[in-house]
């Protein structure tokens, strides 16, 4: 293994590098798995807009869209920065995952990576397009006992795991039962929220792409990471939601004053309930995951 023989320093830089051309082709991902195409065929990337396929140079991250001075070449139509945003996260999250990971762990580090690339993909779908798609979803709970599996350290801060294991090291049984009670724990709580918010506000409360995430998350962090990140998203979301309600109702009450008419802000009232119930959950699920694969050892310690 390559990084291996770098020391700590390089490393880093290695990893965050990497991460910078994962970007690159979670972009891909990002567009193409939506529409149910392949991330892999057509190989080369093309413009969205011209569909002229991309030299290499063209296709460096960051620094293309950097020197085209964010447009096509072919074209000249703009290119969204989100491209350069996806990739220079995805190289932060790399590189925060390999300075918390230890240098010899790397099978470890490697699952780690997986889950966040995935969820990385999850959050930039689901805010443009109000889904999450199921490549990451389904993919994630397949994924999660087959990685746990072949890398049990994964459920090394699982409390399930080492009961099932009856020891400090966890084995691949514990690490099995680690995955599927966190898969079960993290599907389930959603799903049961889902259905409570139904009975209470008569409308579909919470996607069900969220549930198979929370689900795929739970795979990898276990039961209690699962209701950790659920919580951390859940406080986040709120967050966001009162923010944009703030904002409406200040926007309905001068709209209101300059039309005399009070029953306007009961219209914008439904406007901001609709507003608040069809924000995505999606990303706030992943960045509420993203401090649990972080510092799960510390925080579990408390628990
Ligand atoms: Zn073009």
Sequence with gaps: MIWLGLPRELAL?????????????????????????????????????????????????????????????????????????????????????????????????????????????????????????????????????????????????????????????????????????GIAVGAGVLYIVGLVGERAFRKEAMGFGDVKLLGAIGGFVGPGGALVALVIASFLGALVGVANIVRLFAFARSRARARHASNRISTSYRAARQLGGEIPFGPYLALGSLPVLLYWSELSRWF
């Design 13 to 181: 830089v290695w990893w965050g590098t990497v991460g910078l051309f994962v970007g690159s082709f979670l972009n891909v991902a990002i567009y193409r798995w939506p529409k149910d195409g392949s991330v892999l065929r057509p190989t080369r990337s093309f413009c969205p807009t011209c569909k002229r396929q991309l030299t290499w140079y063209e296709n460096i991250p960051v620094v293309s869209w950097a020197v085209q001075r964010a447009r096509c070449r072919g074209c000249s139509q703009p290119i969204s920065a989100r491209y350069p945003a996806v990739e220079l996260f995805t190289s932060a999250v790399w590189l925060a995952l390999a300075y918390v990971t230890p240098h010899e762990a790397w099978p470890l580090l490697l699952a780690r990576l997986a889950l966040a690339s995935g969820l990385i993909v999850a959050t930039f779908v689901d805010f443009e397009l109000r889904e999450i798609p199921d490549q990451v979803s389904i993919g994630g709970m397949w994924a999660a006992p087959v990685l746990s599996l072949l890398v049990p350290e994964l459920h090394r801060d699982t409390w399930i795991a080492h009961y099932v294991s009856r020891s400090s090291e966890v084995d691949r049984a514990g690490a099995l039962a680690g995955a599927l009670a």
